[in-house]
């Protein structure tokens, strides 16, 4: 059954991989970032016709709101929500600014809170699926990345808790915590160095979670769940 899908973070990186996938499924999707012109073109280049791009910041709360009314005027109900919009601002705690801390949160964790409270307006009604994107991070810690960890580790807690919340309803929420993916995100990081603590001795490609994505959206006994995209890193070597 081909369903509405929105995925936050559709632009680029592994939403794009996701919204791809969901588009070859036969879904409707519905792709939103901050940047319009690179959400467009995300939404113009997906197999099949009829996807859209939005622009949304979902740090703020307003625009969340604005853009889940303007979905459900021009597009219908949501039946799938992919929350891949993120950021991070990686250093030591202590050299951190605070408008830094401040802006993860509010973007990796708040963002996704609320674009999940807005979706299941429609969801409680007809059922639905979200899967969220955390990080293996957010699992085992990293020093350079307290508020980054933070944000995902929230998710985590965050994503068990609307599941047991919502299951009653129809409505599935599960996580995928990625490990080390090549995307813009981690561009500049040294890859054989990062390399040599993967078990699996490779970076994962944006299409690797999109897969784990889908699986989650479409396994109709599956909520609740957290799972480990990382070629093994979370194990160690
Ligand atoms: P990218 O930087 O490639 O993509 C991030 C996406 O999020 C873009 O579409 C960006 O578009 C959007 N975005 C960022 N901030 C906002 C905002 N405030 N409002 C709306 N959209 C926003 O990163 P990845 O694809 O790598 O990351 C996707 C998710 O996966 C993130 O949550 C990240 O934390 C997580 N992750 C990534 C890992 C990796 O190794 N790459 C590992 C573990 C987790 P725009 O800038 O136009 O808004």
Same mark, same amino acid.
């Given at each position: 059954m081909s369903r509405l899908a929105v995925v936050f $973070? #559709? *632009?680029? #990186?592994i939403g794009r991989a996701v919204a791809r996938r969901l588009a070859i499924r036969g879904h409707k999707v519905v792709v939103v970032s901050r940047n319009m012109e690179a959400a467009q073109d995300s939404a113009a280049s997906l +197999?099949?016709? #009829?996807h859209v791009a939005l622009s949304c910041d979902v740090s703020k709360e307003q625009e969340v709101k604005s853009a889940f009314e303007t979905i459900q005027k021009s597009? $219908? *109900?949501?039946g799938y929500l992919v929350n891949a919009a993120g950021l991070n601002r990686d250093a030591l705690l202590l050299r951190t600014p605070p408008d830094d801390i401040a802006m993860t949160l509010q973007t990796n964790l708040l963002g996704s809170i609320l674009t999940c409270r807005a979706a299941l307006r429609s969801m409680l009604s007809q059922g639905g699926a979200i899967v969220n994107i955390g990080s293996v991070v957010g699992v085992k810690g990293n020093a350079g990345q307290c508020a980054y960890s933070a944000s995902k580790a929230g998710l985590e807690g965050f994503t068990r808790s609307l599941a047991k919340e919502v299951a009653g309803r129809n409505v599935r929420v599960n996580l995928v915590a990625p490990g080390l993916i090549r995307t813009r995100m981690t561009a500049g990081l040294d890859e054989m160095e990062w390399t040599r603590r993967i078990p699996m001795g490779r970076f994962g490609e944006p299409e690797e979670v999109a897969r784990a994505a889908m699986f989650l959206l479409e *396994?109709? +006994?599956?909520? $609740?769940q957290v799972l480990l995209v990382d070629g093994g890193l979370r194990l160690g070597m």
């Open positions: $973070g #559709g *632009s680029q #990186g +197999y099949g016709e #009829g597009c $219908g *109900s949501v *396994s109709p +006994y599956v909520t $609740g």
